[in-house]
């Protein structure tokens, strides 16, 4: 087993269990910690699943974002320890300064749960180090605040970075995402959010017809970036 | 002011049982428990007619869940409930407060809850009441469900005018727990017993005896019987209880749920022959409450834990670590009396089994005036356009897809949805590598309300194809029985007659009732009662999730066939209530006989991969049920007609709209064909290879090689897609 | 008399009486743990606000707090309303 990897859990949080199972299935030595119990050190990695910290309550991620944990993991991402941040995870990165932009109610105004498509652009950093540029990966999402939103001098700086992009192909977008940014990472790609849930699309049995487990590539992916470094 | 329920004759029976005038507290906990809600006076006596022994069932009814083992050492823990009155009148927190209810039963076995279904009976989608109802039960289902991190995977839904004011919101509840895990003991004398979650406040204050009358006009007096939901708290409760099962530190766990504390501690108690001393002042509250609130008080999201003083401890580090309240409010000990104590007063003192078994009652029943509507043969339909025919049950909010609902719940969550919703006839849910449970819930108010007795078989009967129809092996099953006002026997007819068609047709499919749950009252206020429904959850084993089927065709070239005859039974069908306006007729005749057998048959066909695809006939008909396998997958079909196995049918409606039990229709692939042949040859069924899936757009409908149909998949797909969107948003 | 243009505010909140388990969360979690001690109490709600066309604010006022029962924008069992001009 490869590497040491933190899946943090808040109140609220409910989906660390099938992350935790993507992980482990990927060869990667990963394990669930309480966040009051989260110790930034002893990880190489750590993933903030999706779910409903502190029950979204005011606005998704902004409680978890000011708790004594997530305050470390800034610490441990100024430190360039990988971070990623699925779903309710991303609005907490979004939340804690980490990642730009924000991320409210869907254009609908209401929770959605399905399938979508979208396209990895500029791949760089230890989480989306197996995937081309271009790429496609299929990916379920399951949210009511999922709309990324981003000012344009904020989007215009972003792009300045070249950073790794995940958009929503074209008629994919759920909830009118600017730009249909669906999940968004650091410069160096070392720190990722996304909507999508990369953990329900790794195993075939749960993927609908006509769509690939596009999850399974950012997972081996960490598992090679923590053995040979990226 | 407290209400208090109770009869003459209830109040002098408690005097007999004590032996002394009782306190106030002690009615108000006879009244709490023995309430309608909790104990079934109504329903007792027949209730014991169903069936619910197996081989595999390891717990019937009598605690807060069965459990049945679904695979060798893994048991299935499920159960429905209702919620009607309180959705009627707050709909979020109604039927959000109800999959909480549901949820906590299953924990207590300890269990882990992995799937959820909502079978929802709504009112007519474009009257603003009922939509307003609609609107915000789904909305309600949808917050609490995806915040507790438990996928809606399945449910029911229909539309009717009948539920207008007063709609039925079932919801159930399945968990998987390892049988040595189980929490199947009983409190110990000298166990502590610790309440845990929510503080108690004045949350439903009586609830239970208010689900015990029919609606009143003036909503805004029922405040005090609202209860709110707090998702968050119960996902704290699901992983205290998750840590606490796993570390083995409790002998007993329960729901403090209609009744409240009062219930849950005379159930505990008097189930199990012991006594309990109860120090009241010790709870957890919200606010400054009187004695007897606190003891009827239905703030949701608390349980009740029988622990061991030695496990005490480390029971303490869990709840502290999640942060999740408590108190200690007392010990079990082996007295045979509940005794209740308010700051050092003694409030209550009942034996423990006066207040769990209450007298049943003998209810009268009598078929109401309007029997003859569902034993009248039909004569005299016109014949319509066929087009128009289908178009008009294709839009039908009974039939069209619930993707506006489905989609607002999280149905992924855990990441075991195999067989999600909108695909196939069931939810198949993985619990390891291969293995899987499937799950449905069927209803139908129409078939009951006119002919209780067949209609109940008919609930079950189409439970029982949805499991088949996605591979799995029906196992069980649990029944809400959901009628009107048990006082009048007009009502309760309806109520004795569903059960009676219930218990007959569990013992001839060998489909175990391991629980289920009664809800009377359903009615308005001028006294008009809902469409009396049978709802039904039931469970199947997969043995391979791999070759678990769904319903959408999959290949240019394949064959459709039929199985089972069609016959021409259109009483009480959506064809005559959509197209002709009519609720009336005999409604199909349960043939549990040929269930049985087409089940075994095309379960054979789903293990020998000789289908691709599997969807059962139900409400539209056969010709409803090839659309959906059509629009599900954009491939079109070529059907002739004058091939589909029939008996006395001399109409193409009839032939296309009749409602027959036990058919199915499966795709079967070209290199499939003889083995497919070979199977129901062998199995002796009744089958008809109608035609093939084709690569165009369309379905063509033939007669003697005659096209007298052609029906555009886009169009079809339109509707079917979006119409209740349309319907519930902007209509 | 010609009709003008009016601010108006609702705030829905739950009754008193009844729990609220956004406003206590947001309390417990999020304030008290960050040492913001001063607050004692905080209750959660939806906020909308309203441009009125009414010939005079107290019409405007009545107006909207008609629309809320009628419209069940507010479900009078379990929440109570504040409607008030909306002041400059």
Redesign the interface.
């Known amino acids: 087993m490869t590497g040491n990897v933190a899946v943090l859990k808040f109140p609220g949080t409910n989906c660390d269990e099938e992350t935790l199972r993507a992980l482990r299935r990927h060869g990667l030595n990963a394990r669930i910690v309480w966040h009051r119990d989260f110790v930034w050190r002893e990880y190489d990695a750590i993933v903030i699943p999706g779910g409903f910290s502190y029950g979204d309550h005011l606005r998704a991620g902004v409680i978890a974002a000011r708790t004594r944990a997530v305050e470390q993991v800034v610490e441990a991402a100024l430190n360039e320890v990988p971070v990623l941040g699925i779903c309710n995870g991303f609005q907490v990165l979004v939340e804690a300064g980490l990642l730009p932009g924000a991320l409210i109610q869907n254009e609908h105004g209401r929770f959605t749960c399905k399938w979508v498509r979208t396209r990895v652009r500029n791949p760089k950093g230890p989480w989306l180090l197996l995937v081309s540029d271009k790429m496609v990966l299929d990916m379920p999402v399951a949210h009511a605040e999922g709309r990324y939103i981003i000012d344009e001098q904020e989007y215009v700086k972003l792009v300045g970075e070249n950073p790794p992009l995940i958009l929503y192909e074209d008629g994919w977008n759920p909830n009118g995402s600017m730009y249909s940014i669906a999940g968004v990472a650091s410069g160096n790609g070392a720190i990722l959010g996304l909507m999508p849930h990369p953990e329900r699309a790794v195993e075939p049995e749960l993927t609908p017809r006509g769509f690939n487990p596009g999850g399974k590539l950012i997972f081996e992916s960490i598992y090679f970036a923590l053995r040979n470094g990226w | 002011m407290v209400k208090m329920p109770l009869s003459v004759e209830e109040i002098d029976e408690i005097r007999d049982i004590l032996k002394r005038e009782p306190t106030r507290e002690e009615l108000v906990m006879f009244e709490a428990h023995w309430s309608e809600h909790c104990s079934y006076k109504s329903s007792r006596r027949l209730l014991r007619l169903l069936p619910n022994k197996g081989n595999h069932v390891v717990l019937g009814p009598g605690r807060d869940a069965p459990a049945v083992e679904v695979f060798p050492g893994i048991l299935a823990v499920f159960k429905i409930e209702s919620h009607n009155h309180p959705s009627a009148?707050?709909p979020?927190?109604g039927a959000a407060t109800g999959i909480g209810g549901i949820i906590r039963d299953i924990l207590t076995l300890g269990a882990k809850p992995i799937a959820l279904l909502d079978l929802l009976y709504m009112g007519n989608p474009f009257n603003p009441h009922a939509k307003?109802l609609i609107r915000n039960i789904v909305k309600g289902i949808?917050?609490y469900g995806?915040?507790?991190?438990v996928p809606v995977v399945a449910g029911d839904t229909w539309f009717d005018e009948s539920f207008n004011k007063q709609p039925l919101v079932n919801v159930a509840c399945l968990g998987i727990v390892e049988k040595n895990k189980a929490v199947l003991s009983k409190p110990r004398p000298g166990d502590l017993v610790v309440i845990i979650g929510?503080s108690t406040?004045?949350?439903g204050l009586l609830g239970s005896s208010f689900a015990s009358a029919p609606l009143k006009d003036n909503?805004?007096e029922?405040?005090g019987a609202?209860q709110?939901?707090?998702?968050?708290?119960e996902?704290?409760l699901i992983d205290v209880v998750n840590e606490v099962v796993e570390k083995k530190l409790v002998d007993y766990i329960k729901d403090l749920g209609g009744g409240g504390l009062t219930t849950a501690i005379s159930e505990a108690a008097g189930d199990y022959d012991l006594g309990v001393e109860i120090y009241l002042d010790r709870l957890h509250l919200?606010m400054d409450l009187e004695p007897y609130e606190i003891l009827a008080s239905e703030?949701q999201e608390r349980m009740l834990l029988a622990v061991p003083r030695e496990n005490f401890n480390e029971l303490i580090g869990i709840l502290e670590?999640?942060?999740v309240p408590y108190s200690v409010i007392g010990f079990f000990n082996d007295s045979g009396f509940i005794r209740v104590y308010y700051k050092g007063r003694i409030i209550a003192e009942v034996p423990s089994k006066a207040m769990a078994r209450p007298r049943a009652l003998v209810r009268k029943s009598k078929p109401p005036e309007d029997v003859l509507k569902g034993l009248t043969p039909l004569q005299g339909i016109p014949e319509p356009d066929l087009e128009d025919a289908i178009i008009r049950i294709f839009s039908s909010p009974n039939i069209v897809s619930r993707r506006w609902i489905?989609?607002?719940?999280?149905?992924?969550?855990?990441?075991?949805?195999?067989v999600?919703p909108g695909?196939g006839d069931a939810a198949v849910l993985?619990i390891n590598d291969d293995k899987g449970i499937a799950v449905k819930g069927d209803g139908n108010p129409r078939y009951t309300w006119l002919n209780p007795f067949n209609g109940a078989a008919n609930v079950v009967s189409e439970c029982y194809r949805n499991l088949v129809s996605v591979g799995s092996t029906p196992l069980a099953i649990v029944d809400e029985l959901n009628a009107g006002n048990p006082e009048k026997p007009e009502h309760y007819w309806f109520f004795e007659n569903m059960l009676k068609g219930l218990a007959w047709i569990s013992d001839e499919l060998g489909l175990p009732v391991v629980g289920g749950k009664v809800s009377f009252y359903n009615e308005d206020s001028s006294g008009n009662q809902v469409k009396p429904t049978l709802t039904i959850v039931g469970i199947g084993r997969v043995e391979n999730?791999?070759k678990?089927k769904?319903m959408?065709f999959?290949e240019p070239g394949s064959y459709i066939v039929v199985i089972g005859e069609t016959l021409p039974e259109i009483g009480g069908s959506e064809y005559l209530y959509r197209v002709h306006g009519l609720e009336v007729g005999e409604i199909p005749v349960p043939r549990p006989r040929l269930e049985y057998m087409h089940g075994s048959t095309v379960r054979m066909l789903i293990n020998e991969d000789a289908v691709s695809s599997v969807h059962d006939v139900s409400i539209g008909g056969l010709v409803t049920s090839m659309l959906e396998m059509a629009v599900a997958s954009g491939l079109g079909a070529e059907v002739e007609l004058s091939l589909v196995p029939s008996r006395g049918i001399d109409r193409l409606d009839y032939l296309l709209f009749s409602e027959t039990q036990a058919r199915y229709i499966v795709e079967v692939p070209l290199n499939k064909v003889e083995k497919a042949r070979r199977i129901l040859d062998e199995m002796n069924v009744v089958y008809g290879v109608v035609g093939r899936v084709s690569s165009r757009s369309q379905v063509d409908l033939l007669v003697n090689g005659k096209r007298i149909l052609e029906l555009d998949i886009g169009v079809l797909r339109e509707i079917y897609a979006d119409s209740l969107e349309k319907y519930l948003e902007r209509g | 008399m010609s009709a003008m243009l009016f601010t108006v505010n609702v705030v829905i909140s739950y009754k008193p009486s009844i729990r609220d388990p956004e406003g206590e969360t947001i309390y417990r979690q999020l304030i008290l743990k960050n040492n913001y001690s001063m607050v004692k109490n905080v209750r959660a709600g939806k906020f909308l606000r309203l441009l009125v066309e009414a010939e005079s604010p107290e019409k405007a006022v009545e107006q909207v707090k008609q629309a809320c029962l009628d419209l069940r924008i507010y479900n009078p069992v379990v929440h109570e309303i504040e409607v008030f001009l909306h002041d400059r």
Do not use: F, P
Request: aromatic content about 10%; cysteine-free.
């Open positions: 009148v707050d979020y927190n307003w949808s917050d995806n915040r507790v991190g929510n406040g004045r949350d909503m805004v029922d405040i609202v709110i939901g707090d998702a968050l708290m996902k704290m919200r703030s670590k999640y942060e489905y989609e607002q719940y999280d149905h992924e969550v855990g990441g075991r949805t195999v999600k695909i993985k999730v791999r678990a769904t959408e999959k």
